[in-house]
């Protein structure tokens, strides 16, 4: 009995719902099965499964204390790996055809205790000193896979007897037993480690079996050739790659993936590379056909839960950063940084404010200071602590080289009439080539001694310029600086809430038409924990820096919200016109 061809019959009958790149890999598989010149030996694959299904169980919720019943496309995939045979000159035999393996799955699919069954049951019926290596991007990716086997070994009375754990890896051998010889004796030198791609030493080692988790975190194969060079000595090796789409550009899952296609359309040779590769063929159908989730979540119903899924799937109709995320990690669409954050209809705010208005009160700072000819802006966001309104002023710099360069697509590659919106009011021109860091501080002295308003923090990017600093120090005290890494730990949040302010119009920013505009280049990146920062939509053009300013000025009043709403409440009092 071939699991390929059961898994296949399951898809020609519309059982099993697969995508292209799945299609091409099984019919390249069932032409394996039907090779004259390729060996089958399908005991090799059985044994493997049936020691996963007998000796293995889960861990971990909702199926902790179960055995590991296997999947059809498992099961195939497990065959694939171990029953396909091919003669190598070199060693006078038949060894395994398919020593790479790509498994590209959505999210919460079982992609990992998959990994660390099929490692666990090579480790135990494969040969005698059998080392295998796990490693991630990160150290705790990599401990996912060590801990899951070693949870395996230990739910496993047979193997727990014959095997150890220590601080540096699972070994064979019950050290009660030492005097016993045998595979499943300390003779046999077999083990199983980790290792994470920031882990010194990588050189040297020796192993059969090496498993890589979410690649789509590296940035290139630094990390991944040391692992490969270790296999080198094998008759048999495997490697392993486990991963969902990504967010990096040009990272190594990019060219893993490049070079996948290419095999899978017999534009490459490379006959050794097995790669199972759920994903959709094309976004419009996640929103149309909840039956294509199948495509890129071949665990759907039986692992990943209908009810998440569908929970996912809303949220991403209704958030820009969710919907990015969930089409790279559960629906494995690759996803890059010229998605825009807000669409128009939120940005939008005609409502204007008198800073009159807001005399005496105080705000809280945000700047971000440009590099060269670069705009710089400045931020003064004011917050009503009854009402929950809140006001921003937005001051933009720029040096005049720009100013007569309109139609120069290097030094105004954005073909803004700068001019023009200096003679509204929206942004100052500095001499020169560069923002000298004085006009700006220059700006919210001019708003102390016009309307009495004064900074309680002022949040800057750590890259700032000394002069900046200094200034803001030397007029308003050191104490109303406020260091705001430019990360997604930072800005996540401030983010999130300024997307809410603007969403609810909570947020007038007096309807300044460069804000607006920023606001509009703004995209998101976004990381594997949902979180997001902003970058440009056009890499080379447009501007996001008021936005920035202004996102930097919300990060700095979540550090001081209790002492600043206090203060206010002193200035704003209930049911004054001040309060708006």
């Given at each position: 009995?071939?699991?390929?061809?059961?898994?296949?019959?399951?898809?020609?009958?519309?059982?099993?719902?697969?995508?292209?790149?799945?299609?091409?890999?099984?019919?390249?598989?069932?032409?394996?099965?039907?090779?004259?010149?390729?060996?089958?030996?399908?005991?090799?694959?059985?044994?493997?499964?049936?020691?996963?299904e007998?000796?293995?169980?889960?861990?971990?919720?909702?199926?902790?204390?179960?055995?590991?019943?296997?999947?059809?496309?498992?099961?195939?995939?497990?065959?694939?790996?171990?029953?396909?045979?091919?003669?190598?000159?070199?060693?006078?035999?038949?060894?395994?055809?398919?020593?790479?393996?790509?498994?590209?799955?959505?999210?919460?699919?079982?992609?990992?205790?998959?990994?660390?069954?099929?490692?666990?049951?090579?480790?135990?019926?494969?040969?005698?000193?059998?080392?295998?290596?796990y490693?991630?991007?990160?150290?705790?990716?990599?401990?996912?896979?060590?801990?899951?086997?070693?949870?395996?070994?230990?739910?496993?009375?047979?193997?727990?007897?014959?095997?150890?754990?220590?601080?540096?890896?699972?070994?064979?051998?019950?050290?009660?037993?030492?005097?016993?010889?045998?595979?499943?004796?300390?003779?046999?030198?077999?083990?199983?480690?980790?290792?994470?791609?920031?882990?010194?030493?990588?050189?040297?080692?020796?192993?059969k079996?090496?498993?890589?988790?979410?690649?789509?975190?590296?940035?290139?194969?630094?990390?991944?050739?040391?692992?490969?060079?270790?296999?080198?000595?094998?008759?048999?090796?495997?490697?392993?790659?486990?991963?969902?789409?990504?967010?990096?550009?040009?990272?190594?899952?990019?060219?893993?993936?490049?070079?996948?296609?290419?095999?899978?359309?017999?534009?490459?040779?490379?006959?050794?590379?097995?790669?199972?590769w759920?994903?959709?063929?094309?976004?419009?159908?996640?929103?149309?056909?909840e039956?294509?989730?199948?495509?890129?979540?071949?665990?759907?119903g039986?692992?990943?839960?209908?009810?998440?899924?569908?929970?996912?799937?809303?949220?991403?109709?209704?958030?820009?950063?969710?919907?990015?995320?969930?089409?790279?990690?559960?629906?494995?669409?690759?996803?890059?940084?010229?998605?825009?954050?807000?669409?128009?209809?939120?940005?939008?705010?005609?409502?204007?404010?008198?800073?009159?208005?807001?005399?005496?009160?105080?705000?809280?700072?945000?700047i971000?200071?440009?590099?060269?000819t670069?705009?710089?802006?400045?931020?003064?966001?004011?917050?009503?602590p009854?009402?929950?309104?809140?006001?921003?002023?937005?001051?933009?710099?720029?040096?005049?080289?720009?100013?007569?360069?309109?139609?120069?697509?290097?030094?105004?590659?954005?073909?803004?009439?700068?001019?023009?919106?200096?003679?509204?009011?929206?942004?100052?021109?500095?001499?020169?080539?560069?923002?000298?860091?004085?006009?700006?501080?220059?700006?919210?002295?001019?708003?102390?001694?016009?309307?009495?308003?004064?900074?309680?923090?002022?949040g800057?990017?750590?890259?700032?310029?000394?002069?900046?600093?200094?200034?803001?120090?030397?007029?308003?005290?050191?104490?109303?600086?406020?260091?705001?890494?430019?990360?997604?730990?930072?800005?996540?949040?401030?983010?999130?809430?300024?997307?809410?302010?603007?969403?609810?119009?909570?947020?007038?920013?007096?309807?300044?038409?460069?804000?607006?505009?920023?606001?509009?280049?703004?995209?998101?990146?976004?990381?594997?924990?949902?979180?997001?920062?902003?970058?440009?939509?056009?890499?080379?053009?447009?501007?996001?820096?008021?936005?920035?300013?202004?996102?930097?000025?919300?990060?700095?009043?979540?550090?001081?919200?209790?002492?600043?709403?206090?203060l206010?409440?002193?200035?704003?009092?209930?049911?004054?016109?001040?309060?708006?």
């Amino acid at each position: 009995m071939s699991y390929i061809r059961e898994y296949w019959e399951d898809i020609q009958s519309g059982k099993a719902i697969v995508g292209h790149f799945v299609k091409q890999q099984m019919k390249l598989l069932l032409a394996d099965l039907d090779n004259p010149n390729l060996q089958i030996d399908f005991a090799e694959s059985e044994k493997r499964i049936r020691f996963i299904e007998k000796e293995c169980r889960h861990s971990e919720a909702p199926f902790a204390g179960k055995p590991f019943l296997l999947m059809t496309w498992q099961k195939a995939v497990i065959e694939a790996i171990f029953a396909i045979k091919v003669y190598n000159d070199e060693f006078q035999k038949y060894v395994r055809k398919y020593q790479e393996l790509l498994l590209v799955v959505g999210r919460k699919n079982g992609k990992t205790p998959l990994a660390s069954a099929i490692t666990l049951a090579e480790w135990c019926c494969g040969e005698m000193g059998t080392k295998i290596l796990y490693g991630s991007n990160d150290y705790d990716q990599a401990d996912l896979l060590f801990m899951a086997t070693d949870a395996m070994r230990e739910a496993s009375p047979k193997l727990a007897r014959c095997t150890r754990r220590n601080q540096k890896g699972l070994f064979f051998g019950n050290i009660k037993q030492k005097k016993h010889v045998g595979k499943f004796t300390s003779q046999n030198k077999g083990s199983i480690r980790k290792m994470s791609a920031h882990t010194g030493a990588k050189e040297g080692r020796n192993i059969k079996i090496g498993v890589v988790d979410e690649v789509h975190e590296l940035e290139d194969d630094g990390f991944i050739m040391p692992i490969k060079q270790a296999l080198s000595t094998q008759e048999t090796p495997l490697y392993i790659e486990l991963t969902t789409e990504g967010f990096k550009e040009d990272g190594y899952l990019d060219n893993r993936l490049k070079l996948a296609e290419g095999v899978l359309n017999g534009e490459i040779d490379k006959p050794n590379f097995l790669i199972f590769w759920f994903a959709q063929d094309s976004e419009e159908e996640i929103w149309q056909d909840e039956n294509s989730w199948y495509k890129s979540n071949p665990g759907l119903g039986v692992i990943k839960k209908w009810s998440f899924l569908r929970g996912m799937v809303e949220d991403a109709k209704r958030d820009a950063a969710t919907r990015a995320f969930v089409l790279a990690k559960d629906f494995n669409i690759k996803q890059n940084s010229a998605v825009a954050w807000l669409p128009e209809h939120v940005i939008a705010n005609p409502e204007t404010f008198d800073l009159e208005s807001l005399r005496g009160q105080y705000y809280i700072g945000g700047i971000d200071l440009s590099e060269t000819t670069d705009l710089t802006a400045a931020t003064a966001l004011f917050i009503n602590p009854y009402t929950r309104k809140k006001f921003a002023l937005v001051k933009f710099f720029i040096p005049e080289i720009k100013l007569d360069t309109k139609f120069d697509n290097n030094l105004n590659p954005e073909k803004k009439d700068y001019r023009q919106w200096a003679r509204q009011g929206l942004v100052t021109i500095c001499k020169g080539n560069e923002v000298d860091p004085d006009e700006v501080v220059n700006w919210y002295v001019e708003l102390l001694k016009a309307y009495d308003v004064k900074p309680f923090k002022v949040g800057f990017d750590v890259w700032h310029s000394t002069a900046l600093k200094k200034g803001i120090a030397d007029y308003f005290g050191e104490d109303k600086l406020c260091k705001v890494g430019m990360n997604f730990f930072s800005l996540n949040t401030p983010m999130n809430l300024l997307e809410s302010d603007l969403s609810l119009k909570i947020l007038n920013y007096n309807n300044n038409e460069m804000l607006r505009w920023n606001l509009k280049n703004v995209a998101l990146k976004i990381n594997n924990l949902a979180m997001k920062m902003p970058v440009k939509v056009h890499q080379s053009k447009n501007r996001i820096d008021g936005a920035v300013s202004l996102i930097i000025a919300y990060a700095a009043a979540g550090t001081c919200k209790s002492d600043y709403e206090m203060l206010q409440k002193n200035i704003c009092k209930r049911g004054e016109e001040i309060c708006l």
